[in-house]
């Protein structure tokens, strides 16, 4: 599958890592739920955030190492107790094998190139390693809404983001060699609404979808 385009989207993070980084507190009850979804698909050691920001979920979900190439995002992962690397995904500085676990936690929708960023992932994982991967889907409520308000210029973060459906995200991850075992979701409720607590749900009707997928042995 092609890529939907180049370009480049960390500085916006690097410029307004603060602002960024403090709607995780303004935000608790989608945070929270967001990150007990992910819990469901635990660190195996050693793992890896690809694309790890300011390190909101690398730290609960006790990942010790993360890459990303925003400076002031590694500053403050870095202040958490993770293990930094400044590099992108595309170009990952690690060798071959040397994980059980990589994240992509809301990271594919910036990255310059996606099929390069999840064959980086492939490369850098065990045999049988998992890679996780967290989206807001194209075809989701909130993906649709974002994709509105990125059409208006109403959006800040998500303006340089590529949103890709559930079919292209999990095709993409098939085809950089991976095999699909599980996938969940929270975010249920359409955007405008006032966030509620949520139990995550082993299905992809959600808004925040996760998929773990294995490295197969060859």
């Known amino acids: 599958m092609n890529n939907k385009g180049k370009r480049i989207t960390f500085k916006i993070f ?5 602002e960024y980084d403090s709607w995780f507190d303004k935000q608790q009850k989608i945070y929270k739920s967001e990150v007990d979804l992910a819990k469901r698909f635990p660190c ?22 993360g890459i990303d190439p925003s400076v002031s995002s590694l500053k403050i992962s870095a ?59 194209l075809d989701s409520q909130w993906g649709s809404f974002y994709e509105e308000k ?15 459906t559930k ?7 098939s085809n950089a060699g991976f095999i699909l075992e599980k996938f969940g979701s929270v975010l249920h409720y359409p955007p405008n609404s006032s966030p509620v607590p949520e139990e995550p749900s082993f299905n992809e009707n959600g808004s925040f979808v996760c998929y773990e997928a294995k490295k197969p042995i060859v």
């Open 14 to 18: 690097d410029e307004r890592t603060k």
């Open 79 to 137: 202040e958490k107790g993770i293990e930094v690397i400044r590099a992108t995904a595309e170009y990952l500085p690690l060798r071959d094998e040397s994980f059980n676990t990589a994240y992509l936690i809301v990271t594919l929708c910036f990255v310059e190139d996606p099929n390069r960023t999840l064959l980086e992932a492939f490369r850098i994982l065990k045999p049988e390693g998992k890679l996780v991967t967290c989206v807001v889907p």
């Open 150 to 164: 990125k059409k208006k210029g109403e959006t800040f973060f998500y303006k340089e983001a590529v949103f890709f």
């Open 167 to 173: 079919k292209e995200i999990k095709e993409m991850i």
């Open 44 to 65: 195996i050691s050693p793992c890896l955030e690809i694309g790890v920001g300011t390190g909101r979920f690398a730290k609960p979900l006790n990942v010790e190492f």
